[in-house]
């Protein structure tokens, strides 16, 4: 079976004048309809980097990403990205703007529909209240809401998050991963997620992908996250499997 995206011997490099960074190194990896699959690592290990190729805002040096087949050559209203930044909603529009902005010109969909499918998915993350607000008015939590609303509005083939709870306090970013869940059992969208958080990665992903530090290698997947319950210790275990995965020396004296 063809997987949804299927990402293949992936560098990435930036070119600044004086220097040429390479930020991710020959990555492999394919994820599945309804996967929510999470790219992990340390800082600077080019996880946000991968997540912009995906998303049609980087060109490759070398291997090739694929979506649903079709080579990914610029971004595309099947790969909806939210950020981490709270201010990636356009301060003049209202929450139901906001949402209905991308539909109406990426989309080309009339008013009303606009309306109506903006609307409902303002109610899935429960600002229905709040849809007449405008950004500077909310919380760091109800803006990544609304960014999130406004992804899935677009009924993307995958979802592309990156640290989206990372500037979120600690109880609101726990409310927000729950939610987050809770929208996922109800409409099994695809996600890519990116974090350096272990145990945000376990509680979110069902496979997670553990990159090496700079440049980015893989260097283990691991499968059946969702098995691993914080009740049993289980969760614990694997978020110690994983630290030590990810902090083990390869030989390269990485
Ligand atoms: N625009 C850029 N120009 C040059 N180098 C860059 C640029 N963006 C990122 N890099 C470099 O590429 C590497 C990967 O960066 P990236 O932001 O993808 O890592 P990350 O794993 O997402 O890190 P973090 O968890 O800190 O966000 C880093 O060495 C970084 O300094």
Redesign the pocket.
């Known amino acids: 079976m063809q997987p949804l995206l299927d990402v293949s011997g992936v560098t990435?490099r930036?070119?600044?004048p004086s220097?040429l960074?390479?930020?991710?190194e020959r990555v492999s990896f394919e994820v599945n309809t309804s996967d929510r699959f999470v790219?992990l690592?340390?800082?600077?290990?080019?996880?946000?980097?991968?997540?912009?190729a995906v998303g049609g805002y980087l060109h490759p040096s070398e291997g090739e990403i694929r979506i649903k087949g079709r080579k990914v050559t610029e971004p595309g209203a099947d790969r909806m990205m939210v950020f981490q930044e709270f201010d990636q909603l356009l301060p003049w529009k209202t929450v139901l703007d906001n949402v209905m902005f991308p539909l109406l010109n990426a989309r080309k969909m009339g008013r009303s529909e606009a309306r109506d499918r903006a609307a409902a998915y303002i109610e899935k993350v429960g600002l229905t209240r709040a849809m007449n607000s405008y950004p500077h008015t909310l919380s760091g939590g109800m803006k990544q809401r609304v960014a999130i609303a406004r992804g899935m509005a677009m009924e993307p083939d995958i979802l592309l998050m990156?640290?989206p709870f990372a500037a979120l306090d600690a109880l609101t970013r726990r409310t927000c991963q729950d939610e987050l869940l809770q929208l996922w059992e109800e409409t099994r969208f695809t996600v890519m997620f990116?974090t350096?958080s272990i145990a945000e990665a376990i509680k979110i992903g069902n496979r997670i992908l553990l990159?090496s530090p700079?440049?980015?290698r893989v260097k283990a997947e691991v499968v059946d996250v969702e098995h691993a319950s914080p009740t049993d210790g289980s969760a614990g275990r694997l978020e110690r499997e994983i630290h030590e995965l990810l902090f083990a020396q390869d030989g390269h004296g990485e």
């Open positions: 990435l930036y070119k600044t220097v960074v390479t930020a991710t790219l690592g340390p800082s600077g290990c080019g996880k946000s980097t991968l997540l912009k990156d640290e990116v350096h990159l700079h440049p980015g």
